[in-house]
């Protein structure tokens, strides 16, 4: 893997070296003598059974801490997962999940994702030099980063390989939904207020209009669980998402309640909620409901 961890934007006049193949391939001084990324692809992902696509329409709806803890149902069922945070300018997963100090690796099969609680990770922020850092890049180098992710990250044989996609409609969902072969499929996130149903509504054309199938809807933050006396508070009017579901003809995997713990321990890096909450027994039921989905 070439991405060069000690710089966060491009240099002008010199091509960035994660754009070495093909719009560059013209200018590129290793022309001929690199390998063929998309059989590189072909074989990474051929090893992965399922790799599926987490969207939303909005920022902020809880699109990663739902991957995180999707990744940890199915980890804890048997499988075996990896995530990819395939938001290049905002990733967020390893602050999620505590491990944003660590860095990938290489190896002798390529760069190593980091293991966090036995899910593999791989994200911009485990390359970046600091946790501050920003990304200042243009479509094609995102793109250029985001095909590395895939060609040169040595993901081994997994069940799952969840994609933790940046909100809305640009670059990133439509490169990986053209790069990542045999996708299994997408899944959005919302939350019930008709802001985020709206924006998630345009994530589902945009992925319908890919030909990549959507796998089903998941509404967080549906209701609240009152911290003091458990009962469930609908702060937000739930069921937005499961209309819309009904309304596009898509299936509803579930809801998620708000819970305050998970933005309290996510902001700790502690992201996977525990087992004995209502939050978890939701993922478990949607991971239930996303298995059968996939199954038909
Ligand atoms: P996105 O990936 O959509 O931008 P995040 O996963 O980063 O959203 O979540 C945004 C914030 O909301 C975080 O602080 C997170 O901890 C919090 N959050 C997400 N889901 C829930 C939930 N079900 N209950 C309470 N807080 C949540």
């Given at each position: 893997?070439?991405?060069?961890?000690?710089r966060?934007?491009?240099?002008?006049g010199?091509?960035n070296?994660a754009e070495?193949?093909?719009?560059?391939?013209d200018?590129c001084?290793?022309?001929?003598t690199?390998?063929?990324?998309r059989?590189e692809?072909?074989?990474?992902?051929g090893?992965?059974?399922h790799?599926?696509l987490?969207g939303?329409?909005?920022?902020?709806?809880?699109?990663?801490?739902?991957?995180?803890?999707l990744?940890?149902?199915?980890?804890?069922?048997?499988?075996?997962?990896?995530?990819?945070?395939?938001?290049?300018?905002?990733?967020n997963?390893?602050?999620?999940?505590?491990?944003?100090d660590l860095?990938?690796?290489a190896?002798?099969?390529g760069v190593?994702?980091?293991?966090?609680?036995g899910?593999k990770?791989?994200?911009m922020?485990?390359?970046?030099?600091?946790?501050?850092?920003?990304?200042?890049?243009?479509?094609?180098?995102?793109?250029?980063a985001?095909?590395?992710?895939?060609?040169?990250?040595?993901w081994?044989?997994?069940?799952?390989l969840l994609?933790?996609?940046?909100p809305?409609?640009?670059?990133e969902?439509?490169?990986?939904?053209?790069l990542?072969p045999d996708l299994?499929g997408?899944v959005?996130?919302?939350?019930?207020?008709?802001v985020?149903i709206l924006?998630?509504?345009?994530?589902v054309?945009m992925?319908?209009?890919?030909?990549?199938?959507?796998?089903?809807i998941i509404?967080?933050?549906?209701?609240l669980?009152?911290?003091?006396?458990?009962?469930?508070i609908?702060v937000?009017k739930?069921?937005?998402?499961?209309?819309?579901?009904r309304?596009?003809?898509?299936?509803?995997?579930g809801?998620?309640?708000i819970?305050p713990?998970?933005?309290?321990?996510?902001?700790?890096?502690?992201?996977?909620?525990?087992r004995?909450?209502?939050a978890?027994?939701?993922?478990?039921?949607?991971?239930?409901?996303?298995?059968?989905?996939i199954?038909?």
């Open positions: 893997m070439t991405i060069d961890n000690k966060d934007s491009p240099q002008r010199k091509p070296p070495s193949c093909d719009s560059l391939c200018s001084e290793s022309r001929g690199c390998s063929d990324p059989a692809i072909s074989d990474r992902m090893r992965i059974k790799k599926i987490i939303s329409g909005k920022g902020g709806v809880g699109k990663s801490t739902v991957t995180v803890n990744a940890m149902v199915l980890k804890r069922s048997g499988y075996r997962v990896g995530i990819l945070d395939a938001d290049i300018t905002g990733p997963i390893p602050k999620l999940l505590g491990i944003e860095r990938l690796t190896g002798p099969g190593e994702p980091v293991n966090a609680d899910i990770v791989v994200s922020a485990l390359v970046l030099s600091s946790r501050d850092s920003a990304v200042v890049w243009r479509g094609p180098m995102k793109m250029a985001l095909k590395q992710f895939i060609s040169d990250v040595n081994g044989d997994l069940d799952f994609v933790d996609l940046p809305g409609t640009s670059d969902p439509i490169s990986l939904a053209q990542i299994t997408a959005i996130v919302t939350t019930p207020q008709e985020a924006d998630s509504k345009k994530a054309n992925f319908q209009l890919m030909n990549v199938p959507i796998l089903g509404e967080n933050m549906s209701t669980i009152c911290p003091h006396c458990g009962q469930m609908d937000f739930s069921g937005g998402g499961e209309r819309e579901a309304e596009m003809g898509l299936h509803f995997l809801a998620i309640p819970d713990e998970i933005g309290k321990l996510g902001d700790q890096g502690l992201a996977f909620v525990s004995d909450t209502p978890w027994k939701s993922f478990e039921k949607v991971v239930s409901a996303l298995r059968e989905e199954a038909k």
